[in-house]
């Protein structure tokens, strides 16, 4: 009787070693799922760090062999999966009388780690620069947007860059193909220069497109755009009718010095020339973006008239409406075009938490909501449950960008799993 209760003690702990050892090895396996996009040998090494974390050697009197890592990319679900595997050794205390010295216990742990098609959208505009930013600013947002890119796996995953001011400029364009050179991404990021005003309308469409140009059969299950910006829409993109009566493909903003002035729509900052006009356009020059606001909470003064009076408020109201439409449509994606994109958004500064125009906007117009209303946030005064869901990072001063697209990227992962 005696022997067989120290039999169960011995088994006991065995058991005991071996749920440590799960734990050990399912931490190893995330974070070498994790570090995957540094190549195979810095995520082994990453695992053992993190299974010699949560299981020291000699724990519970256990002897461990070291983990065992292996790699898979399964090209049909487009997604790595990682497997760590390991077995202890176990001494057994009582069993001995029974002619049992130990137990050996094994553990597997296994993450999924899909790939994605990301699109990075920058704000290049002037507010990076002094005297409304701090020195430095445009300096520390591309340290923080090479240190979010170089996250990603080179092989598989698909990575675009733009960047926007009044025009936007694809530096980085996805394919059919899988992977991305983030070389060619990180010098695109250092070579970005700074000016100009708010179209995220236009920046936000450049990114949907290049998500769309991949076939849906081969897209990857996650496909994603992060925004960047220190404020909130203020220009607009269309084909503008001029008091002279022709037509000019441009740019405007509500933060101009003189709002008839018109600007490239591929360029960030180049100025077109100077036109009287009356009227705004109701569409983007695609014809696949209104101006108007589908829910009526952004009205235009005023409100009843036939076209758009040609204001410093209605291009600002447009501006607005403009980039929540695009983002709603890539939010509500379906069928031909691909599956729904999430939508991740990161601000900076105090110009997200102060109105930079007087047209009578309430709290809900402020930049960080409207960043908000971008991604989707839950709990967002225009949140829709049916479609998916991002977050907002905020960063108070350019030190702590590097945090904010932390926090994206383990949100990112959390999805890919």
Known sequence: MLAMIGLAIDLGMAYLVKTKLSAAVDAAALAAGRAIAQGEGAASAEAAKFFAVNYPNGLLGAAVAPPSTSFNYDHNAKSWEVTVSTTATAPAYF???????????????????????????????????????????????????????????ERNDRIGLIHFAMGAEEDASITASRGFN???????????????????????????????????????????????????????AGDF????????????????????????????????????????????????????????TRNFVPS?????????????????????????????????????????????????????????????????????????????DTYKPDQPAGIFAYAAKATELDAAFDSIYRDILRLSK
């Open 95 to 153: 069993a001995k009388v029974l002619g049992r010295n130990s137990f050996t216990v094994g553990a597997t742990g296994t993450t999924t780690i899909a790939s994605l098609d990301l699109i990075l959208v920058l704000d290049s505009t002037s507010s990076l620069n002094p005297p409304t930013s701090p020195p430095g600013t445009a300096a520390l947002l591309k340290s923080a947007a090479k240190y979010f890119i170089n996250k990603f796996d």
């Open 241 to 296: 009718v001029t008091d002279a009566g022709t037509t000019v493909r441009g740019s405007v903003s509500s933060e101009s010095t003189d709002i008839g002035q018109l600007f490239a729509i591929d360029r960030r900052n180049h100025l077109i020339g100077t036109y009287g006009m009356t009227y705004l356009p109701g569409w983007d020059y695609t014809g696949s973006v209104s101006a108007y606001n589908p829910d009526g």
């Open 304 to 380: 009843d008239a036939s076209q758009i009076p040609y204001t410093l408020c209605n291009i600002n109201r447009a501006a607005r409406n403009m980039a929540e439409n695009i983002a709603n449509a890539a939010r509500a994606e379906s069928g031909a075009l691909g599956t729904p994109i999430v939508i991740y958004t990161i601000g900076l500064g105090t110009r997200l938490t102060t109105h930079e125009v007087d047209c009578g906007y309430g709290s809900s117009e402020l930049g960080v909501n409207i960043m908000k209303r971008f991604a989707n946030v839950k709990g967002v």
């Open 182 to 236: 983030k070389g060619k991404v990180s010098d695109a990021i250092d070579a970005i220069t700074v000016g100009g005003y708010t179209n995220v309308e236009e920046a936000l469409r450049l990114a949907k497109r290049q998500l769309d140009t991949v076939p849906p059969g081969q897209q990857s299950r996650l496909r994603i755009i992060v925004l960047f910006s220190d404020g909130a829409p203020n220009g607009v």
